[in-house]
């Protein structure tokens, strides 16, 4: 279950699950939401670190790749004392509906007070969604799709 004080793309809208995916268009951008490691009362670097977790919501159909950069940094809008803690970059064939792109632990690194996402589609992309938080453990990669036997 996705909490929402962990949730980088969280954005209330109509209190349903869809408020859980950020919409990414063709520009760079930041996450809806910084996550505060001291407020939520995280310790990363103990023995059982939270994951990250990064899906796609909706298909991306015409960006040759898209990049994510795990940040961190001293204010809650992102652009101060900024460092990068992870990034992953992924063509369009990985972006397709429900892939699990990230479902990793954080490791030790000098974290800030904010945590959040850099998001960066090379060329332009048309829309589609994300949804990325912080997990007390790994999500499956099971994607909920229907899936036709072989012969039926």
């Not at 980088?8 to 349903?16: I, M, P």
């Not at 990230?102 to 992309?125: C, K, M, R, S």
Request: hydrophobic share 45%.
């Amino acid at each position: 279950m996705i909490d929402i004080n962990l949730c980088f793309t969280y954005a209330y809208s109509a209190g349903t699950y869809a408020d859980f995916f950020q919409t990414v268009t063709g520009a760079e951008e930041v996450s809806t939401n910084a996550i505060n490691l001291d407020a939520a009362g995280i310790r990363i670097g103990g023995s059982k670190p939270p994951w990250w977790i990064l899906r796609v919501g909706t298909v991306f159909a015409t960006c040759v790749s898209m990049e994510f950069k795990l940040i961190t940094a001293t204010a809650a809008d992102l652009t101060t004392g900024v460092k990068v803690v992870k990034y992953k970059r992924f063509v369009l064939a990985n972006l397709t509906a429900g892939a699990l792109l990230v479902n990793e632990p954080l490791g030790h690194f000098d974290y800030q007070q904010f945590l959040g996402l850099e998001i960066t589609p090379f060329t332009q992309a048309t829309t589609g969604t994300i949804v990325s938080y912080l997990s007390n453990g790994p999500e499956t990669a099971v994607t909920d799709i229907d899936v036709e036997e072989a012969g039926s």
